[in-house]
């Protein structure tokens, strides 16, 4: 009977909790979003705690405003998500017919989102803040499988190549 308590214990002592920030299908989770907003709170929290009185060279800053949204910051988000998508096979080659996959350019430009991302956090309008990031997941998702495509196609490549040789 002991042996019974202590297999039921060791169950419940192991608990798998997904802790990745994008749903298979790309969305941001929920418990992402939250997990962000708590981050920014305790981040606020901590500047405040720094610096509780301004300087009296320094004006009193007005309440921080929602940003206003930008077209041109949105196209440029479409574009380099679009040129990411076409080097991760979209879009065919016109010369070729064939899909165009060049994985490097496709991380450069997703890492180029993700110093966008990072760098104008806290300035976004909501929506560009959810478009981007809504980007960046399917992004990194369509990498993820182009890349283990290709990993698998290597892989089935290399035991022909050793069964040919004498």
Request: zero cysteines; glycine letters at 4%; aromatic letters at 4%.
């Amino acid at each position: 009977m002991t042996d019974n308590k202590h297999d039921h214990k060791s169950e419940e002592s192991f608990r798998v909790i997904d802790r990745r920030p994008f749903t298979s299908e790309g969305e941001p989770r929920k418990e992402a979003i939250e997990e962000r907003e708590r981050e920014a709170k305790r981040e606020e929290k901590l500047q405040a705690a720094a610096n509780p009185v301004p300087a009296p060279a320094t004006a009193a800053k007005p309440p921080a405003e929602t940003p206003k949204r930008s077209s041109a910051f949105e196209n440029l988000i479409r574009m380099l998500g679009s040129n990411a998508a076409m080097v991760l096979g979209s879009y065919t080659d016109p010369r070729t017919g064939q899909p165009m996959i060049d994985p490097d350019a496709a991380r450069e430009l997703i890492d180029m989102l993700d110093a966008l991302h990072e760098k104008t956090k806290g300035n976004l309008a909501p929506e560009e803040d959810s478009l981007l990031l809504d980007l960046l997941g399917k992004l990194k998702m369509a990498y993820l499988e182009v890349n283990q495509a290709l990993a698998a196609q290597a892989a089935a490549a290399v035991p022909g190549k050793a069964k040919s040789r004498p």
